[in-house]
């Protein structure tokens, strides 16, 4: 079946510096890739996507590239904030007969912290 | 526009207890999901709907059901709580199949004792 792995967490990081969160997956067919950002106490945002190979999704200074090769996803942030503080969690979804009424297969989350 | 919404935000039930967990979206979303959170396992699907009256299982469905009778509204109900059920759920819809976004709701804290 389909899953997503994540890096192990938590990640407590300096103001500004660099974020590099890893994400690989597996599933059969042609996922599309996503990573959703969890604050305190509210539910999930999505954050950014993926729907090819080699598509690279951006949103608030963090990036992601569609790895087909190496089945990854990272996501990449230059110079992070104490407001990027949150949980950030990896997920796909695959289609079956050209439809994935949106299922989504989520890895297990990484708690940032990013402290002044 | 509210998007997905849900209550109760909090509560504690007693073992063997039922319940139902409310969740309403006035996107005009025909796909609707139920997840729950537990901590270092990320999110798993309960239970999913394509469309009105049209309701399918996913990862984890023992112990509860679902129904859908209109476009807005999908209840979770809990027949019978147990403390494995204490978990944080939420509700999440989507407009379109494919690489679709999913909205989320703010989630309900459930604690089952």
């Known amino acids: 079946g389909d899953s997503v792995t994540q890096m192990e967490g938590p990640v407590t990081l300096s103001e500004e510096a660099c974020l590099t969160i890893n994400c690989t997956y597996t599933a059969t067919g042609y996922p599309s890739l996503f990573w959703y950002v969890q604050y305190p106490g509210e539910g999930l945002q999505l954050l950014l996507k993926?729907?090819?190979?080699?598509d690279k999704g951006s949103n608030k200074g963090f990036e992601a590239t569609y790895r087909k090769e190496t089945t990854s996803f990272h996501l990449e942030k230059g110079s992070v904030q104490v407001s990027d503080s949150a949980v950030y969690f990896c997920a796909l979804s695959t289609t079956a007969g050209g439809t994935s009424y949106g299922k989504l297969t989520f890895g297990q989350g990484t708690i940032l912290t990013v402290h002044p | 526009n509210a998007g997905v919404t849900q209550t109760p935000k909090f509560q504690v039930l007693k073992t063997g207890q039922s319940m139902t967990l409310q969740c309403a979206q006035d996107m005009n979303h025909e796909y609707m999901s139920w997840y729950r959170q537990d901590p270092g396992m990320g999110l798993r699907l309960i239970h999913y709907s394509v469309g009105a009256g049209i309701t399918d299982q996913g990862e984890v469905p023992n112990g509860y059901n679902v129904s859908r009778s209109t476009t807005e509204d999908f209840p979770l109900r809990l027949l019978s709580a147990a403390p494995s059920q204490t978990s944080v759920y939420f509700c999440?819809?989507?407009?379109?199949?494919?690489?679709?976004?999913?909205?989320f709701g703010p989630g309900t804290r459930l604690t089952v004792t």
């Open positions: 999440a819809s989507s407009y379109r199949a494919g690489a679709a976004e999913q909205y």
């Open positions: 993926a729907t090819k190979a080699d």
